[in-house]
């Protein structure tokens, strides 16, 4: 049972992320002023882009034996 609760926590707080910087690229696509345009973008940089990219990192590299 504490494996499903696990499951359930990471699920919501992964979604909450996503949520967020989904916010971020919805706040730049609008036509709001230039400063909350670059609040967006960082905050879609911030919580898309470079955890995405040291995951893909990761486990490319454990592929292709480069010690990351």
């Known amino acids: 049972m504490k494996e499903f609760f696990k499951i359930i926590i ?7 992320i996503g949520a967020i ?3 971020g690229v919805i706040t ?9 345009r670059i609040w ?3 905050l879609a940089m911030v919580i898309i882009v470079i955890p ?3 995951f893909w990192t990761k486990q ?3 592929v292709i034996d480069l010690d990351v």
């Open 28 to 36: 730049n696509e609008s036509d709001t002023e230039l400063g909350w």
């Open 60 to 62: 490319v590299g454990k």
């Open 52 to 54: 995405t990219a040291s």
């Open 21 to 23: 910087g989904m916010w």
């Open 10 to 16: 990471t699920t919501i707080i992964v979604g909450l």
């Open 40 to 42: 967006g973008w960082l």
